[in-house]
């Protein structure tokens, strides 16, 4: 298996950064340019769940964590140096780094679980609020880079800090920012269909359902008072 000192780690995770900024279809071609055979075959053996990954090893059985909830593809345990009692780490058990890297599929189903499972921790440490908090990159705050959601609860006068002093932002810096992300995220909602050989024939944004007009409602009879 291939190790990387952590110099070697911080490095490619520079050159992964510059790349995560390019198009998505320069990605590929970007990094096979960029990489080293050895940081190619560290990626693999991450995302295979390498032995580094101390989550991946938790979701393998090999390092023992207090676990809350276990599923096929997902896992939940108490965090190690918790925020406060009952601080649960959720983590899919696959290898992902970061958020955007997760299928649509497991988000979705993470996303239930997430909400099931504070309902849990609510409910367990009879909190007063819970913060859920997920960290993607080391600039962000991610020490443990394998996806994962803090499930945190929230006692009156925890003295708890998660605030951040607020910047000022022109009305420029807002409509600029505003126009950049709203940019990308323009095609969020577009549902694309393919037919039998992979062709696409179909492309529609998906649309909120119309409320129902009172004529297409179903009639229901009315009580006697
Ligand atoms: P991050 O800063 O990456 O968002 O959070 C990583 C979290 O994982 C930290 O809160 C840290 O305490 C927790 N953590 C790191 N290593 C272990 C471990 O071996 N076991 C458990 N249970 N939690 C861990
Ligand atoms: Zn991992």
């Known amino acids: 298996m291939v190790e990387l000192s952590e110099e070697q780690i911080k490095a490619l995770q520079a050159k992964l950064q510059q790349i995560a900024g390019l ?5 590929n071609k970007k990094a096979m340019e960029m990489l080293s055979p050895e940081e190619i075959e560290f990626l693999k053996s991450q995302q295979q769940g390498g032995g580094q990954c101390i989550f991946c090893r938790i979701a393998k059985g090999e390092v023992p964590a207090k676990t809350i909830y276990e599923d ?25 780094q970061i958020l955007p890297q997760l299928s649509d599929e497991l988000g979705a189903e993470a996303l239930n679980i997430i909400k099931k499972l504070a309902t849990a ?3 367990g440490t009879n909190a007063q609020g819970i913060n859920i908090m997920q960290n993607n990159g080391s600039v962000a705050g991610q020490a443990v880079p394998h996806i994962h959601f803090h499930i945190i609860p929230r006692f ?14 022109s009305d420029e810096q807002f409509n600029e ?5 709203s940019e ?5 909602g577009k549902k694309v269909v393919y037919d039998m050989s992979g062709k696409m024939i179909e492309e529609k944004k998906t ?4 409320p129902k007009k ?5 009639r229901v009879r009315r009580r006697r008072a």
């Open 72 to 96: 096929a593809n997902f896992l939940a345990f108490l965090d190690i140096n918790p925020a406060s009692p009952g601080h649960t780490l959720f983590i899919t058990k696959e290898h992902v």
């Open 156 to 169: 009156e006068d925890d003295k708890l800090k998660l605030d951040w002093d607020p910047i000022k932002l």
């Open 177 to 181: 920012v505003q126009k950049r992300i």
């Open 121 to 123: 921790v609510f409910e």
């Open 207 to 210: 649309k909120k359902e119309e």
């Open 23 to 27: 198009p998505p279809e320069e990605q």
């Open 184 to 188: 990308k995220a323009k095609d969020i």
């Open 214 to 218: 009172p004529e297409e409602m179903p």
